[in-house]
């Protein structure tokens, strides 16, 4: 009979043995990712006047275009808005000219433009933005995490532009890609007219007056929907132009281009330093739930000893909060970004990297190490998140209060509730919860065609640094105008703005917060990549999707 001991020697063999195995086929796999893929040629962006156009996105960062969940229409001056969109068509003439643009949303402040194609055959491809901006804080409410207006070295809404950058509340969120759609549309709409007659064309003081131009005319349907509403959830705005959509019998979109990504120019730490563009393949869904706790009250020096009182309750309800499971996964789209950016790792991570990709022990122990060890931003990647927000209750300091009430933001990748605790638990707010979203594919046409049009028109990003950003797929922790297209979407959401941003110059933390700025030499790069993707999506031979 074999001895206790011996057993145990034999199973750890085979464990041992298994793992040794497990790493020896990793190993293996890891080898076909020891080289970044093949890079495409650059893309040869037609001139544009860089400083005329900077200027008009700049233009746009002075409307104080401020939404305001107080207000029931969800904007602080509707009027700001309506100058906001005559500046635009000042601005891009040619769009208003040859494009439909239509007024759309609750008092017409969203924007819906339409740009036929040639073969109505085919699903359209739909960019969305917003250039509705989260409010600058005053100095009265200072204390505030979004700092005050005081602490401004621009100020909110001038769009200066200093040290290379443009600064301003909605410079980096996003007036950015409002601006960039539009340049890159009238570049388009240039290339088409000099087709047409032979000879550049455009008049007055917009973006069209001898600038370089493409030769393009889309075959394919381009929408561009432009939210007046994003930051309060898109009800009025985005919600809406959908439904619209829906009614039209448009359906079947081919593409949605929305925000979420970007160029992080110092790479994504602990993986790589190797710029990388940041391509959202899904967001997490999201639950605002309010607790109520009710308690009988009384004078503070008798508390009650049945566990009735309020201290009892919290602590009941935060403990099996914080012992509910959080299981880390790593599932698509994580493990696709890991995998994604294994080639710019060094070889012992690329295996580690490799085995995200595949089900396995390896994978599951990856996923608790980095929720672990990987910090908030890396930790949130991989597993849900519930945060406490709001916690307020009680009138005087000897008064027992008979209600508490607790604020909880959940982020989720799968629609949960919250269970096990016995209070009052509604959902809170206008924007209470939204499902996490599908998921779109890493290896298909559009994340393909994508990274060519990030590849083409961001080679040479810094001096010494050849070849373009590392390009991977990730999981927005945010909600955006996106979701209310998501449905209408047989090719998915994917969420990029090409605009770099430095995590180490605390580019990331300003958004939102105070000195909100974005690179200015992003702007003009952005127009030729989103020229280049309406290209490559809607041009000729982009085909059906699926093809
Ligand atoms: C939002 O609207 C409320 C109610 O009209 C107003 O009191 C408040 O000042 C507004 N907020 C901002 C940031 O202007
Ligand atoms: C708009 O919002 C309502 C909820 O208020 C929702 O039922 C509906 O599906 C939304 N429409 C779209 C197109 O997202
Ligand atoms: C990012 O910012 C850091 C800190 O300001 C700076 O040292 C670094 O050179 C910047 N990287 C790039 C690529 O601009």
Same mark, same amino acid.
């Given at each position: 009979m074999p001895s206790l001991s011996n057993v145990i020697a034999l199973g750890l063999l085979g464990v041992g043995l298994s793992v040794v195995g497990q790493l020896a086929l990793l190993y293996k796999e890891s080898l076909k990712y020891a080289k970044p893929p093949d890079t495409p040629a650059p893309f040869v962006c037609p001139s544009l006047?860089?400083?005329?156009?900077?200027?008009?996105?700049?233009?746009?960062?002075?409307?104080?275009?401020?939404?305001?969940? %107080?207000?029931?229409?969800?904007?602080?001056?509707?009027?700001?808005?309506?100058?906001?969109?005559?500046?635009?068509?000042?601005?891009?003439?040619?769009?208003?000219?040859?494009?439909?643009?239509?007024?759309?949303?609750?008092?017409?402040? %969203?924007?819906?433009?339409?740009?036929?194609?040639?073969?109505?055959?085919?699903?359209?491809?739909?960019? *969305?933005?917003?250039?509705?901006?989260?409010?600058?804080?005053?100095?009265?409410?200072?204390?505030?995490?979004?700092?005050?207006?005081?602490?401004?070295?621009?100020?909110?809404?001038?769009g200066d532009l200093a040290d290379g950058y443009v600064w301003g509340r909605g410079s980096a969120d996003i007036k950015f890609s409002v601006a960039a759609l539009l340049q890159a549309?009238?570049?388009?709409?240039?290339?088409?007219?000099?087709?047409?007659?032979?000879?550049?064309?455009?008049?007055?003081?917009?973006?069209?007056?001898?600038?370089?131009?493409? %030769?393009?005319?889309?075959?394919?349907?381009?929408?561009?929907?432009?939210?007046?509403?994003?930051?309060?959830?898109?009800?009025?705005?985005?919600? /809406?132009?959908?439904?619209?959509?829906? %009614?039209?019998? *448009?359906?079947?979109?081919?593409?949605?281009?929305?925000?979420?990504?970007?160029?992080l120019v110092d790479g994504m730490r602990p993986f790589t330093r190797t710029p990388v563009a940041m391509v959202g393949l899904a967001e997490k869904g999201y639950a605002t739930l309010t607790v109520t706790l009710r308690s009988p009250g009384g004078h503070s020096s008798m508390p009650p000893t049945d566990g009735s009182d309020l201290l009892s309750q919290i602590w009941r309800l935060t403990t099996a909060l914080k012992l509910m499971p959080t299981p880390a996964r790593l599932q698509p789209p994580v493990s696709d970004m890991l995998v994604h950016m294994a080639p710019y790792t060094p070889p012992w991570m690329r295996v580690l990297l490799v085995a995200a990709g595949r089900p396995g022990l390896l994978n599951r122990l990856l996923a608790e190490l980095l929720h672990r060890l990987g910090g908030r931003e890396v930790g949130s990647l991989v597993a849900p998140t519930l945060a406490l927000t709001r916690l307020t209750g009680g009138v005087a300091d000897n008064v027992l209060p008979q209600r508490g009430v607790m604020g909880f933001n959940a982020r989720l990748r799968r /629609?949960?509730?919250?269970?096990?605790?016995?209070?009052e638990v509604a959902l809170s707010g206008q924007d209470l919860m939204w499902p996490a979203s599908r998921v779109t594919p890493a290896d298909g046409r559009h994340f393909r065609l994508m990274r060519q049009a990030i590849q083409e028109?961001?080679?040479?990003?810094?001096?010494?640094?050849?070849?373009?950003?590392?390009?991977?797929?990730?999981?927005?922790?945010?909600?955006?105008?996106?979701?209310?297209? /998501?449905?209408?979407?047989?090719?998915?959401?994917?969420?990029?703005?090409?605009?770099?941003?430095?995590?180490?110059?605390?580019?990331?933390g300003r958004i939102h917060a105070t000195n909100e700025r974005i690179r200015a030499d992003s702007f003009p790069r952005a127009v030729c990549t989103y020229a280049r993707l309406m290209q490559l999506l809607a041009g000729p031979g982009a085909g059906p999707y699926g093809q």
């Open positions: 006047d860089e400083v005329a156009a900077l200027n008009r996105f700049r233009g746009l960062i002075a409307f104080p275009s401020v939404s305001n969940a %107080s207000r029931e229409d969800h904007v602080n001056d509707q009027q700001v808005f309506r100058d906001m969109v005559s500046y635009l068509e000042r601005s891009y003439p040619l769009v208003w000219e040859r494009l439909q643009v239509e007024k759309v949303g609750l008092n017409g402040l %969203s924007l819906l433009i339409t740009w036929p194609g040639s073969r109505p055959e085919l699903p359209p491809v739909l960019f *969305v933005s917003h250039y509705d901006v989260v409010p600058v804080t005053h100095g009265s409410e200072s204390g505030s995490e979004s700092g005050s207006e005081e602490q401004w070295i621009h100020p909110p809404f001038s549309a009238t570049q388009l709409l240039q290339g088409g007219q000099q087709q047409q007659q032979g000879e550049g064309a455009g008049e007055g003081e917009g973006a069209g007056e001898g600038e370089g131009a493409f %030769s393009f005319a889309p075959e394919r349907t381009i929408l561009f929907a432009f939210g007046h509403d994003e930051e309060l959830g898109g009800w009025h705005g985005a919600n /809406a132009t959908a439904a619209l959509l829906l %009614s039209r019998g *448009v359906d079947q979109l081919d593409l949605v281009v929305d925000e979420g990504g970007a160029v /629609a949960a509730a919250m269970a096990g605790v016995k209070a028109t961001w080679q040479q990003l810094q001096e010494g640094q050849p070849g373009p950003p590392a390009v991977a797929p990730f999981l927005v922790m945010g909600g955006t105008d996106s979701k209310h297209y /998501a449905a209408l979407s047989r090719g998915g959401v994917l969420r990029f703005v090409p605009y770099a941003l430095n995590k180490s110059a605390g580019d990331l």
